[in-house]
Each structure stands twice: as C-alpha cells, then as structure tokens.
C-alpha cells in the first residue's frame, strides 16, 4: 500500500513542490498543514504513516511538533525538512530520524522514502514504530550545537581580505576551480574550494544553485530573459549585468517561485 502522509510547512510553494515530488513517488498525501497548531490536529485527525516536518516555523517549531508525537506514543514517523547547512545535517544521519535539505531533491528523497518503507515494514511485524523521546532529544541537541551562519563573508580582492555583509553578494560563479564572487562595488575571490562549501554558509531561502557552476542571490536578479527550450538566462543587478543560465532542472523550481 502507498504510504500516507501529511506536509507540514508555512511556506506554500514549499508544500506544493514537495506534495508533486511525494505523488511522483506513490506516497499518498492525506493532508497539509501551514503551522504546528495545525499539524498536531491533523495528525490525530488523519493518521498519517509519515509527515513531512518543516523545522523552521512561526510559533510552535517542528520540533515542538515532533516532542507532542513522542509524548503521545503515536505510531508516525517522521522525515525533517530543513534548510539547515551541511554540517548540521550530518547530524541527522546518526540518529533514527531521517530528513529532507531544502530545496528537496528528488533522488535525495527516493533514498528518504526507502528508509520509511522499510521501517513501516518493521511495524507491520510487531515491532514499535514511530519517534522515540531520546531520539529527538539527541537530535535537537546536536542540531542546537550547530555552527551559526555567519553574516559576513570575506572576499579576496587583490592583496586584500575584505568583509562582505551575505546580503550584498550579488552571485558566485566557478570559473577554473577558483570561486568567483561579485557583490554590490566589489568582485573578487571566496577561500572556500567548492560551491558547496559556499552555499553552507549563505541562507539557502535567498542564495539558490540555479546551474552546478552559479549560485545566485534571488534578491539581486534585474531581469529574466527567455531562452530556448523554455529555459531562462538570468541578468543580475551588478556593474556588468552578468548573465547567468539556469539548468533544465532549476527552472521549473524558478517559475514556480516568480509565478512565470
């Protein structure tokens, strides 16, 4: 049988990717909702074989959330989707729990969804399902440990190490292994050896991998121009108007969120 599930985040473009994601993968979804208050009456309403948990919410967290599960013994698991950094995340993979980094994969959430068969599989032979209070006491405290974002970003220009606030960086881009950063009156170099390690450090709600060598500010686009096979180019508010491609992958995910 489908798993059935319940998506848990306030952010409404968030849910529906990740209800279109779940539908591609056979998982029943039987419920949505924008706020703790809400999950928690959903989930003894519905009985849901899983939810989808954003942690970061106005009022009661996902962890909050996911305490009541415990407290109650109800037999849900439940799959955190986060924007934590890569650090962080790490965390997770050492505990019960499984989770989901933003913006949610598809591959990543196949492998998420295996481990949920699997463990529903275990509850069907009699064995205990669901969160387990020292589990999530673990979690949240590793997670509460993590290394902040900083709100300063040194960049190379020539002999010097400036300090540039995260807001102003307009995009990085990788170009011969070095990673290039052009922020509002300044371009220069970033210490950091992958694209990956950069985008770890910058808020994952503004900064958005729209191409594997370009990481772009969603605040700093100045235009959107059409390109062939429906794809985009994007011109970015610096000096140049840089233009920078948006993979195949990327661009729904990009009309979606500007509503193209």
């Not at 509850?123 to 949240?140: A, F, I, Q, S, T």
């Not at 902040?148 to 400036?162: D, F, H, T, Y």
């Not at 900064?207 to 686009?221: A, E, G, M, T």
């Amino acid at each position: 049988m489908k798993p059935r599930a319940l998506v848990v985040d306030d952010e409404q473009l968030a849910r529906e990717e990740l209800c279109f994601l779940l539908g591609q993968h056979e998982v029943d979804v039987v419920g949505q909702a924008v706020n703790g208050v809400e999950a928690i009456g959903a989930l003894e309403d519905l009985e849901p074989d899983v939810v989808f948990l954003d942690i970061q919410m106005p009022g009661m967290t996902g962890f909050e959330v996911a305490r009541h599960v415990a407290r109650r013994g109800l037999p849900v698991e439940v799959v955190f989707v986060t924007a934590y950094d890569r650090h962080a995340i790490e965390a997770f993979e050492v505990n019960a729990v499984d989770y989901l980094l933003k913006p949610v994969d598809s591959g990543r959430l196949q492998q998420a969804l295996q481990r949920l068969r699997r463990r529903l599989g275990a509850g069907e032979e009699g064995l205990p399902r669901g969160l387990k209070g020292e589990d999530l006491e673990r979690l949240v405290q590793l997670v509460s440990e993590r290394r902040q974002r900083p709100e300063q970003l040194a960049v190379k220009v020539g002999e010097r190490l400036l300090l540039v606030h995260t807001d102003e960086i307009v995009y990085a881009s990788l170009e011969d292994d070095t990673i290039r950063v052009v922020a509002n009156g300044l371009a220069g170099t970033s210490s950091c050896r992958t694209l990956d390690e950069l985008q770890a450090q910058l808020n994952p709600a503004v900064f958005w991998r729209v191409h594997r060598s370009h990481l772009v500010n969603i605040n700093k686009i100045k235009e959107i121009v059409p390109w062939f096979s429906r794809n985009y180019i994007l011109r970015m508010k610096d000096a140049k108007s840089t233009e920078i491609p948006v993979s195949r992958a990327q661009t729904r995910r990009l009309r979606d969120y500007l509503r193209l």
